[in-house]
């Protein structure tokens, strides 16, 4: 059975990584246990036999900062040996990215509104780690804060980075406190150097989040917006690397009123529906990707059985989608109508404060 690695905020119930056995025919999931202790995991990504985590502080080792982890995998037991720390240059790390080599790790810096690259020395060997930072970029010394939302948009928050899915020569983030997607070239061959390139600019007070290239048409990325709960579906032009909005989408009912905040983003294996979470609405919003334009048509709203669903993925045959509510500590696994995208809730478990959930065959 695959196993499924799952992490989040830190305290006397929850202290680090954990491990779950996950059956695809029943759609349950196995507690295994506690395979590594660590400080605030709230993002992590699987490369090789690594696992690489953010580990979202404002203080490491007496300097302003937070800190991204290396984890070595038994293979045998599923268990992870720390290798090493490195800072992460700025606070509250809060997502990473691998470029397709494996031999660079990518970190967004929330609350320090800044981006690192690191080098994985070694990668791919049990004596891979990471080097010390190589690159690094402050949105403060760039872009001023948008202020549409003053309490949340008071400076930079670099919230999430990625890679464009063919060459990877350029690198995004999105800034939730300038709405910004800001582009970057990312240099392999030059020490994985970042070089500002062009930004696309979101209506003000909509707080760019996290964004999902669609596996079939990788032209086209969907951005969703934090705080104003909107889908934007872009177009990356690879010869210039900038964005053109081609549309925007809603992801609450109009009937809705209370507050909410866009949390996860995702495209199922298939590249058929796409799914956002809501933070306040307690629910996926489910999409169909039209097949030829890449338009999002609205299927319907799933409650998910719990508060606060932060993150989500799907199993490796996009069979099932499993959901971490943060806020009711538990994860709920959902089956997939693989026609109409709906979901049918088919096992539920209890798990404090999930806030990552990762497949790791």
Not at 9 to 33: A, H, P, V
Not at 167 to 188: E, H, I, K, M, P
Not at 192 to 205: I, N, S
Not at 276 to 289: E, L, N, Q, V, W
Request: net charge negative; with cysteine.
């Amino acid at each position: 059975m695959p196993a499924v690695y799952v992490s989040g905020y830190t305290n006397n119930e929850s202290t680090g990584i954990y491990q779950y056995e996950f059956d695809q025919t029943t759609g349950t999931l196995t507690r295994k246990g506690l395979v590594a202790e660590s400080t605030n995991p709230s993002f992590f990504i699987c490369r090789n036999n690594n696992l690489y985590t953010v580990n979202e502080v404002d203080q490491y080792k007496g300097d302003k900062t937070g800190y991204v982890s290396c984890y070595y995998r038994n293979k045998e037991t599923g268990e992870l040996s720390l290798v090493n720390e490195q800072p992460s240059g700025g606070e509250d790390p809060c997502h990473l990215t691998c470029d397709a080599t494996g031999n660079y790790v990518l970190v967004a810096n929330y609350t320090g509104g800044s981006a690192s690259v690191f080098p994985i020395l070694n990668s791919g060997k049990p004596e891979s780690k990471l080097g010390e930072r190589v690159s690094y970029t402050k949105h403060s010394d760039s872009f001023p804060p948008s202020g549409g939302n003053p309490t949340r948009q008071e400076k930079p928050h670099v919230h999430s980075v990625d890679l464009d899915p063919i060459a990877q020569r350029y690198a995004f983030t999105n800034d939730l406190g300038c709405d910004l997607l800001v582009s970057y070239r990312f240099d392999r061959l030059d020490n994985g150097k970042l070089t500002r390139h062009d930004t696309f600019e979101f209506p003000k007070g909509s707080g760019p989040r996290h964004l999902k290239f669609a596996p079939n048409n990788n032209n086209i990325c969907y951005v969703l917006t934090e705080l104003s709960n909107d889908v934007h579906m872009l177009e990356l032009n690879f010869e210039t690397g900038s964005f053109n909005q081609v549309q925007i989408v809603h992801a609450l009912p109009d009937d809705f009123n209370g507050e909410n905040l866009g949390s996860e983003i995702d495209i199922t294996p298939d590249g058929k529906f796409l799914y956002a979470s809501m933070r306040g609405y307690d629910a996926i919003t489910i999409f169909k990707i039209d097949e030829y334009s890449g338009k999002l048509n609205l299927v319907g709203y799933q409650g998910t059985g719990g508060k606060h669903p932060r993150h989500f993925t799907f199993d490796p045959t996009g069979s099932f989608i499993l959901v971490g509510n943060k806020d009711s500590n538990n994860i709920v696994v959902f089956k997939i109508d693989q026609e109409t995208g709906l979901l049918n809730q088919v096992s539920s478990i209890d798990h404090v404060h999930p806030t990552c959930i990762q497949f790791w065959e």
